[in-house]
């Protein structure tokens, strides 16, 4: 019975990146063997254990076998007579698929470390294409690691798109992948390898992405109409905040542009609700000043904090009925309008 750290402590370790999580492989062992040393079983689909102290995640080694459609469609093999090597074989990538034992010697069957060196994307073997998910990993690992995808790589993945394999993609795992994407230090190439590959799924980035995953995802729905942007987050199970983002952005972007009267100024105001959910119009300013820097977001921001400023509820308590709001929204427009 050994343990082996391997996938992405291992591969961060060797880039000199900070280690986040440490994952172990157990070759040699049996369920009712861990569970006899104190490991928490965890895993649903397959042997996975939580360590008695540090609480790391030790999987038994296992192979899988495609046996049907989508991600569950596999059948997966854990005993003791699996290798190491057997279990690095099924990873998606060689950059994923080099393990370290205890006395720190390095198990590279697949040339991992070489590909990082090289600052290549390579998968293992071809038990990658059973897996559609895995051609949204490479793109992610290009918007993190800003390397290049092999050419055999990446014609596997388009002969998987023109096989349909991606047409069972499941939505969660999508949003999975696509948002840490978006989050990754060049998220645009993330982007490249997708059209590459022939991928369809998200628009095309136009903008720089920058800020939060709201702000990204709002800057690739800005050149879109509502409807398209309203489909895409249904279709990828968006959170609400980063949907409601990317409908504002998108459904108000041109009065952001051109709106300069006070009562224009107003009115957008009030339509994209900047005095009840100030942070949330700050993040479309956020928006609005990569995808339209020429719109006068200063004297927008002037005249939301102008507007703002009003004692609502001084204003109500001297009216009653409709005549509150009347009286509120002449309030803000004189200070919209004392700007100048």
Not at 56 to 75: H, I, P, Q
Not at 96 to 109: F, M, T
Not at 159 to 175: C, F, I, N, Q, S
Request: include cysteine; proline fraction near 5%; glycine fraction near 6%.
């Amino acid at each position: 019975m050994k343990a082996y750290l391997v996938g992405g402590a291992v591969r961060d370790e060797l880039l000199g990146l900070t280690v986040k999580e440490r994952d172990w492989v157990v070759v040699g062992a049996t369920p009712e063997q861990m569970v006899a040393k104190g490991f928490k079983p965890v895993g649903k689909d397959f042997p996975v254990f939580l360590h008695p102290s540090t609480k790391e995640e030790y999987a038994l080694a296992r192979t899988e076998r495609k046996s049907g459609r989508g991600y569950k469609g596999f059948t997966v093999h854990a005993a003791p007579d699996v290798t190491l090597e057997e279990d690095l074989r099924r990873r998606d990538l060689t950059i994923n698929a080099i393990a370290k034992d205890e006395s720190g010697k390095l198990i590279d069957p697949f040339s991992g470390q070489e590909d990082l060196r090289q600052g290549v994307l390579r998968h293992v073997s071809d038990a990658f294409a059973e897996d559609p998910v895995r051609i949204l990993r490479v793109a992610r690992f290009a918007a993190r690691f800003n390397f290049l995808v092999h050419k055999t790589t990446a014609a596997l993945m388009r002969k998987m798109v023109a096989a349909g394999e991606t047409d069972h993609l499941v939505p969660e795992r999508v949003w999975q992948e696509f948002s840490k994407g978006l989050m990754e230090a060049h998220p645009q190439r993330m982007f490249e390898v997708l059209k590459v590959s022939g991928l369809k799924l998200f628009p095309e980035a136009k903008f720089p992405l920058k800020g939060s995953l709201a702000v990204r995802f709002a800057l690739l729905a800005w050149p879109l109409e509502e409807k398209a942007v309203e489909a895409l987050c249904k279709k990828l199970r968006a959170p609400n905040e980063v949907r409601e983002l990317a409908v504002l952005a998108c459904g108000y972007r041109e009065q952001i542009k051109h709106a300069k009267k006070p009562d224009e100024l107003l009115d957008l105001l009030k339509r994209t609700d900047a005095f009840r959910r100030p942070e949330r119009f700050a993040e479309l300013l956020e928006v609005a000043r990569t995808a339209a820097p020429k719109a006068d977001l200063a004297r927008l921001e002037k005249a939301r904090a102008a507007a703002a400023a009003v004692d609502a509820g001084a204003i109500a308590g001297k009216a009653s009925g409709s005549e509150i709001g009347k009286r509120v929204d002449a309030a803000r427009l004189q200070a919209i309008k004392s700007l100048g």
